[in-house]
């Protein structure tokens, strides 16, 4: 559950069929970066058979996600997405107002 407030980084994005090994690399070590950075909360992320993926990372602040977009590693990366692993991306930026929580027990 996140708190109001909290920001949501949607980024929608249809993987190309290039450099897969060099695609896992890049998206291990920025998830392993972005949890590093101040204001980082979580991450969700799906990806179909088709290439679509689905990742929303959350963050404390407006601030926080805008610190880890200009992250120069996050953003070396980011021109190396657009050259090589993706072939369009979507990303949207959103203020939780409500969050629920399920478990089946």
């Known amino acids: 559950m ?3 407030g909290t920001i949501a980084v949607i980024f929608v994005a ?3 069929l290039d450099d897969d090994a ?4 890049a998206a291990e070590e920025m998830d392993a ?3 590093m950075q101040p204001g980082y909360i979580g991450i969700d992320s799906v990806r179909g058979p088709d290439g679509l993926g689905i990742t929303v990372s959350y963050w404390t602040d407006d601030t926080a996600a805008k610190n880890w977009r200009d992250h120069p590693r ?3 990366i980011r021109d190396q997405g ?7 991306y979507d990303l949207h930026v959103a203020e ?6 399920w478990t089946k027990s």
Request: overall charge positive; proline content about 3%; aromatic content about 18%.
């Open 82 to 88: 657009r050259g090589i692993w993706y072939t369009r």
């Open 74 to 76: 996050h953003t070396a």
């Open 33 to 35: 970066l972005a949890a």
């Open 14 to 16: 249809q993987r190309s």
């Open 22 to 25: 060099g695609y896992s690399a």
């Open 96 to 101: 939780v107002t409500r969050s629920y929580d």
């Open 2 to 4: 996140y708190a109001p």
